[in-house]
Structure formats: C-alpha cells, structure tokens
C-alpha cells in the first residue's frame, strides 16, 4: 500500500470526522425525517467515542499491562525499542519527544537492570533523506548525555512495523545475535509488533509502555465528562484494529 492511501485511509480511523461527514451528508437531504435522524445519528457518535468509560474500559482489555522493570529477567538480552516516538526538526539538535517517548525510559531502566544488554533502536525518517533517521537522532542524543555509547545499534530505514521486525533480523543476522529479545512498545502495539517480529523468528518478551489514558484513581464524575482524549484513544485503537487486519491479509503476522 503505497505510504500516502495508507496515511489517508488511516485518517478516516478517527470518529470526529465519522460525525462530520454524517452531518455534512444530511444537508444533502430535503426530508426533514431524514436530516433528524442524521444528526442524531452523528451526536450519538460523538457521545459515545467521547465518553471516558467506554474507552478506558476497551484501552484496559486491549492494552499489554505495565510492568515493574524487576518482573523482567533481562539477562543480557537485547532490547529492541520501536520508533514512533519523536521526530528530528532540522533545528533542533535533539528529538522532540511524544507521549510515546515513554518506550525510551521504560528501555533505559531495562538496560540499567541489565548492565550488559544492547540496545537496538528502530525507526527512521517517513519524511526522507532530508530529515535525520529517528533512530540515528536518538543514538546522537543518548551518546551526547553519554548514556550506554558502547552498547547502542541503530535500525535506521523502518518506516513501519513490520520493517522494523525485517530489518532488525538483518541485524541479528549480520550479528549473529540470538533472535532472543525483550520487545518495548507502547502497550497497544504490542500484540501486532510481537507478531511481526515472531513472523521473524525472533523469541519475544514483550514490555509495555505509555498506556493510551491516565491510570490514576478520578472522581466518578470523571467517567461520564465527554472527554477529546477518548476520541484520541478510539482513534488510535481504530488504526491499530485496521493495521492488524492488514497485516493479517498481507502475510506480515
């Protein structure tokens, strides 16, 4: 699928704009019976996707739980940590990080734990060769606060998951590593990315990070105030749901 249908297709995963099109498809009609239903039809959506209840209870059955780092036997193992979790900006001379940049500490408390794992970084640019690699930029950044500058490998062209499980074996590979690995992502990406990587041949432990909403303990009220981060979390889950299912049609799992 080529990089761009895939970005257009994956934006239509997002319920606002189910409700928008809703709304802009009653104008279309005269019937007034029609047009009410419609716009009940796209507040009912909006309801829904933006009710906290709903999607933190969908987020806790679908999402790999948090761990404490001593629950994980590390053992040398390498730690393999996915990108998509900061962006290279020509003028900075460090990464952005997003919520997801959690991936990067929860590995970083592995690699202290384990004393004499490597970490190996996957991801690179999905804006071309003009803008450093994500892995690359990270590596720069780790190695400049001088944090583990021996025991860093770079997987520097993965654009998506399942590069990143096909080029992380070339590495391997090229290595002679063991395909033995501790796997750190976010905690609703795991099922696909330890899929892949075991399509791979990689044996995978898997470490969840940056769960989609808030764990901590709210007031009741909480649960009915319609809330933009559940349009967020349905958002996400609805990509990872559609990007699942084209794995599956592809081969990549």
């Not at 970084?121 to 780790?142: M, N, Q, T, V």
Request: glycine share 6%; aromatic share 12%.
């Amino acid at each position: 699928m080529p990089f761009w249908f895939d970005k257009f297709v994956i934006a239509l995963m997002n319920p606002l704009c189910w409700a928008i099109m809703v709304l802009l498809l009653s104008i279309g009609f005269r019937n007034r019976l029609v047009k009410n239903r419609l716009c009940w039809l796209a507040l009912g959506i909006l309801v829904f996707f933006t009710n906290p209840f709903m999607s933190m209870q969908v987020a806790k059955v679908w999402e790999e739980g948090l761990q404490q780092v001593d629950e994980v036997q590390v053992n040398g193992r390498p730690i393999v940590v996915l990108g998509g979790m900061a962006e290279s900006l020509p003028e900075l001379d460090r990464p952005v990080f997003f919520k997801a940049g959690d991936r990067l500490m929860g590995a970083m408390k592995l690699m202290k734990a384990s004393g004499n794992s490597t970490l190996v970084l996957s991801g690179g640019s999905l804006y071309g060769p003009a803008i450093a690699s994500e892995s690359r930029h990270i590596k720069a950044f780790l190695t400049n606060l001088g944090l583990f500058p021996e025991r860093i490998v770079t997987e520097p062209q993965s654009t998506n998951t399942a590069q990143n499980a096909r080029y992380c074996s070339d590495i391997f590979q090229q290595n002679n590593w063991a395909k033995d690995i501790i796997l750190v992502s976010s905690g609703y990406h795991l099922h696909r990315a330890r899929m892949c990587f075991e399509k791979q041949g990689f044996r995978v432990e898997t470490f969840a990070t940056d769960p989609l909403e808030s764990r901590s303990p709210k007031p009741l009220i909480y649960a009915f105030i319609p809330s933009m981060q559940s349009l967020q979390t349905w958002e996400t889950l609805l990509k990872e749901w559609l990007g699942l299912l084209y794995y599956r049609l592809k081969g990549e799992i």
